[in-house]
């Protein structure tokens, strides 16, 4: 926790009250993830987001994305949806039924509305858009998505066989060949222990794999 704590003051001052507030109401674990995405976000702004063409979103904005992007991942189906319905409507329809129970896909749409709605956190469209599809399903997806997707798994909660190779392939400028991976990875992962995989998961990674023709050891763990 030391190591979080130390990673806070990196963060701008007025980013306190979400800190005070994601302290008190995820578990220590959640919590340590947030911080520790939130500064990878930072990382990640030096690699991609100031590049020409410039992405109008600041180092802040993305280090904050990364900060609150789990805000309701510990909230109940109901409460996600709660908020979903309220406030973002649409965003259902872009969940599959059969997924709406689960929250691995509904907490990112919830979230994006809890923190504009609940926290006040008014940024750009692309910002909150960031937050509601960063499990990385989607079509489309903004340059501060597709990092923020990656970069999530590179500071998981529990660290998992391959996360470091992610990083080092996404923070070495690589984001096409992190998100392949990542994709691959999170497929497998799912179908091994049965969890519902996002239709949108198979065309990405057929897209991607076109684009890129890895070799079959690219998606190796290890390495
Ligand atoms: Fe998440
Ligand atoms: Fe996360």
Not at 111 to 130: M, N, P, Q, W
Not at 180 to 193: D, G, N, P, R
């Amino acid at each position: 926790m030391n190591q979080s704590i130390i990673g806070i003051s990196s963060f701008p001052k007025y980013f306190e009250p979400y800190i005070r507030f994601l302290r008190a109401k995820l578990s220590p674990v959640r919590f340590k993830h947030c911080v520790d995405v939130g500064l990878a976000m930072g990382k990640a702004f030096n690699v991609y987001g100031n590049n020409p063409p410039f992405d109008p979103h600041g180092r802040d904005d993305w280090m904050l994305s990364g900060l609150v992007h789990d805000v309701m991942k510990e909230a109940s189906v109901q409460t996600m949806r709660w908020w979903i319905e309220k406030y973002s409507p649409d965003e259902l329809s872009l969940i599959p039924p059969s997924m709406q129970d689960h929250h691995v896909y509904m907490h990112g749409p919830a979230g994006s509305v809890f923190v504009r709605h609940a926290l006040g956190i008014r940024r750009s469209g692309t910002f909150h858009e960031a937050i509601a599809h960063h499990v990385g399903c989607y079509e489309a997806m903004s340059l501060l998505a597709r990092c923020l997707n990656v970069a999530d798994m590179t500071q998981p909660a529990e660290r998992y066989r391959g996360c470091d190779k992610l990083g080092r392939i996404f923070f070495g400028g690589d984001l096409n060949s992190a998100e392949l991976l990542l994709s691959a990875w999170t497929k497998e992962f799912f179908e091994q222990i049965r969890f519902p995989v996002h239709p949108a998961f198979e065309p990405k990674i057929a897209k991607m794999t076109k684009l890129l023709k890895p070799a079959p050891e690219f998606f190796s763990r290890e390495g």
